[in-house]
């Protein structure tokens, strides 16, 4: 089975609002990263938060983790318009190097 | 400090022929790992290397795909006799250990399509 597997919405929000996404896993991690991609690009890396952290901040972006819920939310601040794009929770499950990668969520921001 | 670079951003093959995609890691990233992007899809873990081996496989399928990375040079993802089905964005990753503290950065990928 798929592990980071994202709610399947498309987000469409004005430029200034606030964008959240939400993902959840099946199996105990190392650690959970979010990906942010553009139409047709690679994968950026925006943020890895460790199995024992609850909460992280870098920039505009909040990422939580809630292990007993197998659970995770990525949480854009003050959207823009260049934060548009497809945006993957990966995880890294417990005694394995690979990443497990959901389907993603495509996020616009209308400015 | 350069980032993951694959080579050739694009590749079209007609059935049948090898495609050959290339991926520098990052420096001091001695760990590489293959994905896979189908159309409208996330991306699938392949191929797992350290320097020259092969650590986890399990996400190749089991012909006609192979991958290394020898002591010098870049990784190699090889393909051969390629169907129409192999056309997909395919991206590479590198870290520079394992375990919970490290981040897999990706190149830019290499988008094959099979004619």
């Known amino acids: 089975s798929q592990q980071g597997e994202e709610d399947p919405q498309a987000l469409s929000i004005q430029e200034g609002e606030n964008a959240t996404m939400n993902c959840s896993y099946k199996t105990s991690i190392n650690n959970l990263q979010w990906y942010r991609q553009n139409s047709g690009r690679g994968l950026v890396h925006l943020i890895l938060?460790?199995?024992?952290?609850r909460e992280k901040h870098s920039g505009r972006l909040r990422v939580t983790l809630d292990t007993s819920k197998k659970s995770s939310s990525l949480l854009i601040t003050a959207s823009r318009a260049a934060d548009t794009a497809s945006y993957f929770c990966?995880?890294?499950?417990?005694?394995?190097?690979?990443?497990?990668f959901g389907k993603g969520n495509q996020v616009v921001v209308i400015p | 400090n350069a980032g993951v670079m694959q080579n050739p951003r694009h590749l079209v093959r007609r059935r049948g022929q090898e495609a050959r995609l290339r991926c520098s890691p990052m420096?001091?990233?001695?760990?590489v790992y293959w994905y896979r992007q189908l159309p409208e899809e996330g991306l699938k873990f392949m191929v797992y290397?350290?320097?020259?081996?092969?650590?986890?496989e399990s996400g190749m399928p089991k012909e006609r795909f192979s991958a290394e990375f020898p002591k010098e040079g870049p990784s190699i993802l090889r393909i051969q006799q390629v169907v129409r089905g192999d056309s997909a964005a395919y991206f590479c990753?590198?870290?520079?250990?394992?375990?919970?503290?490290?981040?897999?950065?990706f190149g830019p990928g290499t988008r094959l399509t099979v004619t």
């Open positions: 990966a995880t890294v499950p417990y005694g394995n190097n690979r990443l497990a």
């Open positions: 290397l350290q320097k020259e081996n092969i650590i986890d």
């Open positions: 938060i460790r199995s024992n952290e």
């Open positions: 990753a590198s870290s520079q250990g394992t375990g919970k503290d490290y981040e897999q950065y």
């Open positions: 420096k001091g990233h001695s760990h």
